[in-house]
Protein backbone atom coordinates (compact mmCIF):
# COMPACT_ATOMS: atom_id res chain seq x y z
CA UNK A 1 0.00 0.00 0.00
CA UNK A 2 1.18 3.24 -0.80
CA UNK A 3 2.81 5.47 1.68
CA UNK A 4 1.76 9.19 0.05
CA UNK A 5 -1.89 10.74 -0.09
CA UNK A 6 -3.20 9.90 -3.43
CA UNK A 7 -5.60 12.60 -5.45
CA UNK A 8 -9.11 12.29 -3.63
CA UNK A 9 -11.81 10.47 -5.07
CA UNK A 10 -15.02 11.95 -7.44
CA UNK A 11 -17.71 13.16 -5.01
CA UNK A 12 -20.95 10.85 -4.58
CA UNK A 13 -23.85 12.51 -6.44
CA UNK A 14 -26.17 14.03 -2.69
CA UNK A 15 -28.74 11.80 -1.51
CA UNK A 16 -31.65 12.04 1.27
CA UNK A 17 -29.20 9.95 3.06
CA UNK A 18 -26.42 12.84 3.36
CA UNK A 19 -29.32 14.98 5.33
CA UNK A 20 -30.02 14.81 9.30
CA UNK A 21 -34.33 14.99 8.50
CA UNK A 22 -33.93 11.04 7.35
CA UNK A 23 -32.06 9.93 9.89
CA UNK A 24 -34.27 11.87 12.64
CA UNK A 25 -37.17 10.37 10.65
CA UNK A 26 -35.43 6.73 10.68
CA UNK A 27 -34.70 6.50 14.44
CA UNK A 28 -38.22 8.18 15.54
CA UNK A 29 -39.81 5.15 13.49
CA UNK A 30 -37.21 2.66 15.46
CA UNK A 31 -38.18 4.14 18.55
CA UNK A 32 -42.29 3.40 18.18
CA UNK A 33 -41.15 -0.21 16.67
CA UNK A 34 -39.79 -0.46 19.91
CA UNK A 35 -41.70 1.10 22.35
CA UNK A 36 -44.37 -2.27 20.50
CA UNK A 37 -41.75 -4.48 20.39
CA UNK A 38 -38.48 -4.22 22.86
CA UNK A 39 -37.09 -7.44 21.04
CA UNK A 40 -36.79 -5.04 18.15
CA UNK A 41 -33.26 -3.30 18.21
CA UNK A 42 -33.32 -1.51 14.66
CA UNK A 43 -31.29 -1.94 11.62
CA UNK A 44 -27.83 -3.77 12.44
CA UNK A 45 -25.77 -1.80 9.61
CA UNK A 46 -23.97 -4.20 7.09
CA UNK A 47 -25.38 -6.98 8.75
CA UNK A 48 -25.68 -8.98 5.54
CA UNK A 49 -21.54 -8.90 5.46
CA UNK A 50 -21.23 -10.07 9.04
CA UNK A 51 -18.98 -6.69 9.26
CA UNK A 52 -19.77 -6.58 13.19
CA UNK A 53 -18.37 -9.76 13.52
CA UNK A 54 -15.64 -9.03 11.46
CA UNK A 55 -14.33 -6.15 12.66
CA UNK A 56 -14.90 -7.54 16.15
CA UNK A 57 -11.90 -10.18 14.88
CA UNK A 58 -10.38 -7.73 13.82
CA UNK A 59 -9.83 -5.64 16.86
CA UNK A 60 -9.00 -8.62 18.91
CA UNK A 61 -6.48 -9.61 16.74
CA UNK A 62 -4.93 -6.31 16.38
CA UNK A 63 -5.61 -5.02 19.62
CA UNK A 64 -4.88 -8.18 21.96
CA UNK A 65 -3.09 -10.25 19.92
CA UNK A 66 -0.61 -8.00 18.00
CA UNK A 67 -0.75 -4.80 20.80
CA UNK A 68 -0.65 -2.44 17.92
CA UNK A 69 -2.14 0.37 20.59
CA UNK A 70 0.71 -0.68 23.07
CA UNK A 71 1.14 -3.23 25.58
CA UNK A 72 -0.44 -1.52 28.19
CA UNK A 73 -3.98 -1.25 26.32
CA UNK A 74 -5.88 -4.55 27.00
CA UNK A 75 -9.44 -5.61 26.20
CA UNK A 76 -10.22 -4.61 29.75
CA UNK A 77 -9.22 -0.58 29.68
CA UNK A 78 -9.15 0.05 25.75
CA UNK A 79 -11.55 3.11 24.83
CA UNK A 80 -13.83 3.00 21.77
CA UNK A 81 -15.40 6.54 20.49
CA UNK A 82 -18.31 5.89 18.08
CA UNK A 83 -19.19 8.37 15.48
CA UNK A 84 -22.58 7.99 14.17
CA UNK A 85 -23.65 5.60 16.67
CA UNK A 86 -27.71 4.66 15.11
CA UNK A 87 -28.83 2.77 17.31
CA UNK A 88 -25.19 1.60 19.32
CA UNK A 89 -25.40 -1.60 17.95
CA UNK A 90 -21.78 -2.21 17.68
CA UNK A 91 -20.82 -0.54 21.08
CA UNK A 92 -23.30 -3.08 22.80
CA UNK A 93 -21.60 -6.16 21.28
CA UNK A 94 -18.29 -4.70 22.24
CA UNK A 95 -19.50 -4.31 25.53
CA UNK A 96 -21.40 -7.85 26.13
CA UNK A 97 -18.19 -9.32 24.16
CA UNK A 98 -17.91 -12.47 21.70
CA UNK A 99 -19.11 -16.51 21.81
CA UNK A 100 -16.04 -17.01 19.48
CA UNK A 101 -13.83 -14.94 22.08
CA UNK A 102 -12.00 -16.60 24.25
CA UNK A 103 -11.99 -15.19 27.74
CA UNK A 104 -9.01 -13.52 28.80
CA UNK A 105 -7.46 -15.02 31.94
CA UNK A 106 -9.09 -11.71 33.97
CA UNK A 107 -12.20 -13.76 32.75
CA UNK A 108 -13.61 -10.75 30.67
CA UNK A 109 -14.67 -11.66 27.14
CA UNK A 110 -16.28 -8.12 26.67
CA UNK A 111 -14.42 -5.09 26.27
CA UNK A 112 -14.40 -2.89 29.84
CA UNK A 113 -12.73 0.66 29.09
CA UNK A 114 -14.70 3.63 28.62
CA UNK A 115 -17.52 3.61 25.66
CA UNK A 116 -19.03 6.90 23.81
CA UNK A 117 -21.51 6.82 21.01
CA UNK A 118 -22.31 10.61 19.22
CA UNK A 119 -24.64 11.52 16.74
CA UNK A 120 -25.64 14.52 15.19
CA UNK A 121 -29.28 13.18 15.50
CA UNK A 122 -31.36 13.51 19.10
CA UNK A 123 -33.50 10.88 18.19
CA UNK A 124 -30.52 8.11 17.92
CA UNK A 125 -29.62 9.24 20.86
CA UNK A 126 -32.82 8.83 23.01
CA UNK A 127 -33.07 5.29 21.20
CA UNK A 128 -29.24 4.28 21.86
CA UNK A 129 -30.13 5.34 25.60
CA UNK A 130 -33.39 3.25 25.92
CA UNK A 131 -31.76 0.45 24.53
CA UNK A 132 -28.70 0.66 26.70
CA UNK A 133 -30.91 1.29 29.80
CA UNK A 134 -33.14 -1.99 28.73
CA UNK A 135 -29.50 -3.60 28.83
CA UNK A 136 -28.47 -2.55 32.18
CA UNK A 137 -25.23 -0.67 30.87
CA UNK A 138 -26.99 2.81 30.42
CA UNK A 139 -27.04 5.72 32.96
CA UNK A 140 -25.93 4.87 36.44
CA UNK A 141 -24.64 1.75 35.77
CA UNK A 142 -21.00 2.38 36.51
CA UNK A 143 -17.91 1.46 34.34
CA UNK A 144 -20.06 -1.16 32.46
CA UNK A 145 -22.09 2.14 30.95
CA UNK A 146 -22.25 2.81 27.42
CA UNK A 147 -22.31 6.65 26.83
CA UNK A 148 -24.23 8.32 24.40
CA UNK A 149 -24.47 12.01 23.68
CA UNK A 150 -25.60 14.18 20.92
CA UNK A 151 -22.57 15.96 19.19
CA UNK A 152 -22.19 16.86 15.62
CA UNK A 153 -18.67 15.99 14.43
CA UNK A 154 -18.65 18.32 11.68
CA UNK A 155 -19.88 21.45 13.43
CA UNK A 156 -19.80 21.29 17.21
CA UNK A 157 -16.28 21.75 19.31
CA UNK A 158 -15.22 18.42 21.00
CA UNK A 159 -13.91 19.70 24.31
CA UNK A 160 -15.87 18.80 26.72
CA UNK A 161 -18.18 16.98 25.31
CA UNK A 162 -15.90 14.30 23.66
CA UNK A 163 -12.44 15.33 24.61
CA UNK A 164 -12.60 15.39 28.68
CA UNK A 165 -11.68 13.33 31.74
CA UNK A 166 -9.91 9.84 30.68
CA UNK A 167 -9.99 10.66 26.61
CA UNK A 168 -8.96 14.28 26.98
CA UNK A 169 -6.00 13.31 24.46
CA UNK A 170 -8.23 11.29 22.15
CA UNK A 171 -9.55 7.67 22.33
CA UNK A 172 -7.74 4.55 21.89
CA UNK A 173 -9.69 3.36 19.00
CA UNK A 174 -11.81 5.49 16.82
CA UNK A 175 -14.86 3.95 14.58
CA UNK A 176 -16.91 4.77 11.93
CA UNK A 177 -19.30 2.75 10.68
CA UNK A 178 -20.89 4.54 7.64
CA UNK A 179 -20.53 7.50 8.70
CA UNK A 180 -18.53 9.01 6.25
CA UNK A 181 -20.76 7.39 3.51
CA UNK A 182 -23.65 9.36 4.76
CA UNK A 183 -21.33 12.79 5.40
CA UNK A 184 -20.33 12.22 1.46
CA UNK A 185 -23.53 11.93 0.22
CA UNK A 186 -24.70 15.27 1.43
CA UNK A 187 -24.87 18.40 -0.38
CA UNK A 188 -23.73 21.01 2.29
CA UNK A 189 -20.67 23.05 1.87
CA UNK A 190 -18.16 24.57 3.99
CA UNK A 191 -17.47 28.19 4.05
CA UNK A 192 -14.50 27.42 1.85
CA UNK A 193 -17.19 25.75 -0.82
CA UNK A 194 -15.78 22.39 -0.44
CA UNK A 195 -18.67 19.76 -0.01
CA UNK A 196 -18.20 19.06 3.79
CA UNK A 197 -17.09 15.83 3.40
CA UNK A 198 -13.69 17.31 2.47
CA UNK A 199 -13.49 18.32 5.90
CA UNK A 200 -14.30 15.24 7.87
CA UNK A 201 -10.76 13.70 8.16
CA UNK A 202 -9.49 17.28 9.72
CA UNK A 203 -12.92 17.08 12.09
CA UNK A 204 -11.66 13.37 13.10
CA UNK A 205 -7.81 13.10 13.36
CA UNK A 206 -7.93 15.40 16.82
CA UNK A 207 -10.00 12.35 18.74
CA UNK A 208 -7.80 10.22 18.10
CA UNK A 209 -4.81 9.82 20.71
CA UNK A 210 -1.16 9.15 19.21
CA UNK A 211 -0.70 5.76 18.43
CA UNK A 212 -4.21 5.52 18.30
CA UNK A 213 -6.14 3.66 15.28
CA UNK A 214 -9.75 4.51 13.24
CA UNK A 215 -11.50 1.96 11.55
CA UNK A 216 -13.74 3.05 8.98
CA UNK A 217 -16.34 0.89 6.92
CA UNK A 218 -17.97 1.96 3.87
CA UNK A 219 -20.49 0.19 1.51
CA UNK A 220 -19.83 3.58 -0.81
CA UNK A 221 -15.98 3.84 -1.01
CA UNK A 222 -13.46 1.37 -2.20
CA UNK A 223 -10.48 0.55 0.12
CA UNK A 224 -8.56 2.09 -2.66
CA UNK A 225 -10.66 5.15 -2.25
CA UNK A 226 -11.32 5.62 1.44
CA UNK A 227 -6.78 5.19 1.35
CA UNK A 228 -6.75 8.25 -0.72
CA UNK A 229 -9.63 9.88 1.24
CA UNK A 230 -7.21 8.99 4.78
CA UNK A 231 -4.16 8.58 4.25
CA UNK A 232 -1.22 10.95 4.86
CA UNK A 233 -0.39 13.36 7.10
CA UNK A 234 -1.01 12.45 10.84
CA UNK A 235 -2.76 8.94 9.34
CA UNK A 236 -0.89 6.14 7.96
CA UNK A 237 -2.42 2.69 6.40
CA UNK A 238 -2.53 -0.42 8.73
CA UNK A 239 -5.21 -2.88 7.32
CA UNK A 240 -7.69 -3.75 5.58
CA UNK A 241 -10.87 -6.14 6.82
CA UNK A 242 -11.08 -9.07 3.83
CA UNK A 243 -15.10 -9.71 3.17
CA UNK A 244 -16.63 -12.02 0.80
CA UNK A 245 -15.77 -10.52 -2.72
CA UNK A 246 -17.59 -11.47 -6.08
CA UNK A 247 -16.58 -10.92 -9.33
CA UNK A 248 -17.61 -8.96 -12.38
CA UNK A 249 -16.46 -7.92 -15.57
CA UNK A 250 -13.26 -9.91 -15.12
CA UNK A 251 -12.51 -7.39 -11.95
CA UNK A 252 -12.78 -8.46 -7.73
CA UNK A 253 -15.10 -6.20 -5.28
CA UNK A 254 -16.37 -6.23 -1.73
CA UNK A 255 -19.66 -5.31 -0.96
CA UNK A 256 -18.11 -3.24 1.90
CA UNK A 257 -14.70 -1.57 3.01
CA UNK A 258 -13.29 -1.57 6.29
CA UNK A 259 -9.75 0.17 6.44
CA UNK A 260 -7.90 0.68 9.65
CA UNK A 261 -5.23 3.83 9.85
CA UNK A 262 -3.01 4.79 12.98
CA UNK A 263 -2.18 8.36 14.21
CA UNK A 264 1.48 8.97 14.37
CA UNK A 265 2.84 9.15 17.89
CA UNK A 266 5.45 12.31 18.01
CA UNK A 267 6.13 11.81 21.68
Not at 86 to 106: A, K, P
Not at 249 to 254: E, L
Request: charged share 30%; hydrophobic share 35%; aromatic share 10%.
Amino acid sequence: MATNSSPKPTHLEPSPLGTKEYWDNLYTAEITNHSLDPSDEGTIWFDDSAAEDKILAFLEEKIVNEGILGDWVTRGNCTFLDLGTGNGHFLFRLREGDDEVVDDEEGQGGWGGRMLGVDYSKKSVEFARRIAGDKGVGIGSGEMEVEFEWWDVMSQDPVAAVLEGRTERGWDVVLDKGTFDAISLSEEKDANGRRICEGYKERVVPLIRGGGILLVTSCNWTEEELVAWFQGGELEYVDTIKYKSFSFGGRKGQTISSVCFKKHDFR
